[in-house]
């Protein structure tokens, strides 16, 4: 596992495949996401447009040469 932080919300899957919650087997994790979110469990795709409708963190800085 690394060692850096996450930046931005993510989708992951805290369940096994086999648990009895299957297919809501996802959650959405990081920075940014509500607490209201954190612990609920999500289908894939549900998961995925969940974390598509959390508001932008900020403008992100431009890379300098």
């Known amino acids: ?3 850096q932080e996450r930046t931005e919300p993510y989708v992951y899957q805290p369940d096994p495949v086999y648990s009895p919650r299957y297919p ?3 959650a959405l994790g990081g920075p940014g ?3 209201e979110l954190k ?3 999500y289908t894939r795709e549900e998961a995925q447009e969940a974390l598509a409708s959390l508001p932008p ?3 992100k800085g431009e ?3």
Request: charged share 40%; hydrophobic share 20%; glycine share 12%.
């Open 39 to 41: 612990g609920k469990r």
């Open 1 to 3: 596992m690394s060692d």
């Open 63 to 65: 890379e300098k040469p």
């Open 33 to 35: 996401v509500p607490s």
């Open 24 to 26: 809501r087997i996802y």
């Open 57 to 59: 963190r900020g403008v």
